[in-house]
């Protein structure tokens, strides 16, 4: 889409620097209730792949499975989630590629910056999001965030991107 | 030798004991040199699955050690695995993780290899008049054997025979290929992490039970009580065998092992949905049951000195950066012609726990890491692998065996490692 909707540009950065705020601050079941019942949460492996349930991904999560991971980062059982600190993600360069009644596909970079105690780690991605209008806000039916070197190699991740 | 100065030793014979190692294999960077050069160029080292280079032109870049290499399938069928590195000025020839060509041409001066590593063709090739022989300026090549579909490459001529060095493990690899459910198994895709630690500690944690219900209490609390019992094996009858030249076989459940047996068993709750949908894709009632048993994998892991792991449903396959940085890859299986839910189910399966989010693999990340910054506190010490050494006895096949939470395993690849690194020969 190459004409602008300001407005629409607007509210769609507006829920996303919500989004990941909510991150940020570990309001992890908040974040849940941003998601559409049928929503997936993708981490690719690989960034061309086309048919993610087919894919080794990163992550690949459905309603159930997001569930199961923010009870596991927030129950205290996970060692590698006990000292995590608070994170720090930059959303920037919002793109709105298609928009129409039911659903929104936007673009938008993004990094999360992790301090870990072998130094301040940075996560850059690429981040494609389809939304779905709800009254003045959004739900998410799709986030698919496409880290840097995730088909290289990345590090252990205590967080959500 | 006095504790101290044991510090600072690179003899493995002072640093290896039968019950115990001492920390500084962990940190010492002069060792990690002599592990590269003894270790990793002196062995027999995996570098691909046969269904990762299945077609003429297919390849796949790997590392041994620290030295870059492609494995390749020429016209013929024959798999090569040859030195990245261009025989004019040494620049890589093959980049990126994978993929389908037709020669292997040098971005910097144009030298052009065929799929063997023989060098075809150089633009300008007159100045080379009389002073180039085109026959022995191919890419260096090096040996490669395969058992059961696994590609294992050496830089060392002499050395025995894969199959002699495999030993014991071949049985176990045997079933662990079994879990194709009928279909030959296949790589399906992998996750890939760095940590920062020590490759040995990664080697040392396929074979260790004894931390599963400690360090991954979070992902048993995220899977159905079903499951929940098929992981609680601290207290069953599993065990480890030590099975010669560094390789063991911790088995976590027994019922697991064989997965041609057993088909009839009723169909767990967990996987009635994987049975509806085999169902819909044509599978009949004894094709689904096997399917079924195999979706999971093994009830072992079969630990291959010194880089691989065939890890229940995996491969796990570990690579020094540098002393304290380990590369792994989680390299996902599935069956070769299987129908699509199953090796879609056995996706998901290895998501939930494998790769950099993983419900396992972080937390296991963490404790590694705290091996890596603990291990250099306090001038001297050592690292404990003697768990179960009082309770041993022989297995089956005549081989040390131990609990399934003893660190036979461990002593098994140690004392490998100490053999490896200790030889006068390069053997």
Request: aromatic share 10%; with cysteine.
């Amino acid at each position: 889409m190459n004409q602008i909707n300001p407005q629409l540009t607007l509210a769609v950065t507006a829920f996303l620097n919500l989004e990941a705020d909510m991150l940020d601050n570990k309001e992890y079941h908040d974040w849940l209730e941003l998601w559409n019942d049928d929503g997936f949460y993708i981490v690719p492996v690989d960034h061309d792949v086309t048919d993610y349930s087919a894919a080794v991904n990163v992550a690949y999560d459905d309603k159930e499975m997001r569930e199961l991971r923010v009870a596991r980062l927030t129950s205290g059982d996970a060692v590698s989630t006990v000292g995590a600190e608070k994170t720090v993600r930059t959303v920037s360069g919002v793109r709105v590629l298609s928009e129409d009644n039911n659903l929104i596909a936007a673009r938008y970079k993004y990094c999360l910056f992790e301090n870990n105690k072998n130094g301040i780690r940075q996560f850059p991605a690429t981040v494609e999001v389809k939304l779905s209008p709800l009254g003045d806000t959004f739900k998410i039916v799709e986030k698919v965030v496409k880290v840097m070197k995730s088909a290289q190699h990345l590090t252990t991740i205590n967080y959500l991107f | 030798m006095s504790e101290v100065i044991a510090k600072w030793s690179t003899d493995i014979s002072d640093l290896v004991l039968e019950d115990k190692v001492h920390k500084s294999l962990y940190s010492n960077p002069a060792l990690f040199e002599e592990e590269l050069d003894r270790v990793f160029n002196n062995t027999w080292v995996w570098v691909a699955h046969e269904s990762e280079v299945s077609e003429s032109g297919s390849y796949k870049t790997a590392m041994i050690g620290k030295q870059p290499v492609i494995v390749v399938k020429d016209r013929k069928g024959t798999i090569h695995v040859l030195e990245n590195r261009c025989r004019h000025r040494g620049a890589t020839v093959c980049e990126g993780k994978k993929g389908k060509t037709k020669a292997f041409t040098c971005p910097y001066h144009g030298w052009g290899y065929g799929l063997d590593g023989g060098l075809r063709a150089l633009p300008k090739p007159e100045e080379y008049e009389n002073i180039l022989d085109k026959a022995e300026f191919g890419l260096n090549s090096l040996r490669v054997e395969s058992y059961q579909g696994m590609i294992f490459a050496t830089f060392n001529d002499a050395i025995e025979p894969l199959e002699d060095f495999l030993g014991g493990a071949k049985k176990w690899i045997d079933l662990f290929m079994k879990q194709g459910g009928g279909y030959p198994v296949k790589v399906l895709g992998d996750h890939r992490f760095r940590f920062p630690g020590n490759w040995k500690i990664q080697l040392e944690n396929t074979t260790d039970a004894y931390h599963f219900p400690i360090v991954h209490k979070s992902f048993i609390n995220s899977i159905d009580d079903q499951t929940q019992e098929v992981f609680d094996f601290l207290d069953g009858d599993g065990y480890v065998e030590d099975l010669g030249n560094g390789h063991s076989v911790l088995v976590m459940i027994p019922d697991l092992v064989d997965l041609d047996k057993d088909i009839d068993a009723p169909i767990p709750e967990r996987f009635a949905q994987l049975a509806a949908e085999l169902r819909d894709e044509g599978m009949d009632e004894l094709q689904v049951k096997r399917l079924v048993r195999a979706v999971g994998g093994t009830g072992f892991n079969l630990n291959l000195f010194p880089n691989v792991s065939c890890s229940m449903a995996f491969f796990r396959v570990l690579t020094p950066v540098s002393v304290n940085s380990t590369e792994i890859h989680h390299v996902a299986l599935g069956g070769e012609g299987a129908p699509q839910a199953f090796n879609k189910k056995r996706i998901r399966l290895h998501e939930h726990f494998q790769g950099p989010m993983g419900f396992g693999t972080p937390d296991d990340g963490e404790a590694w890491e705290r091996v890596q910054l603990g291990s250099v506190s306090g001038p001297d010490g050592w690292i404990m692998v003697n768990r179960g050494m009082s309770k041993l006895t022989t297995s089956e096949d005549g081989n040390v065996k131990g609990a399934v939470c003893s660190e036979t395993g461990m002593r098994a690849a140690y004392q490998q490692y100490k053999k490896v690194m200790t030889s006068s020969g390069k053997e």
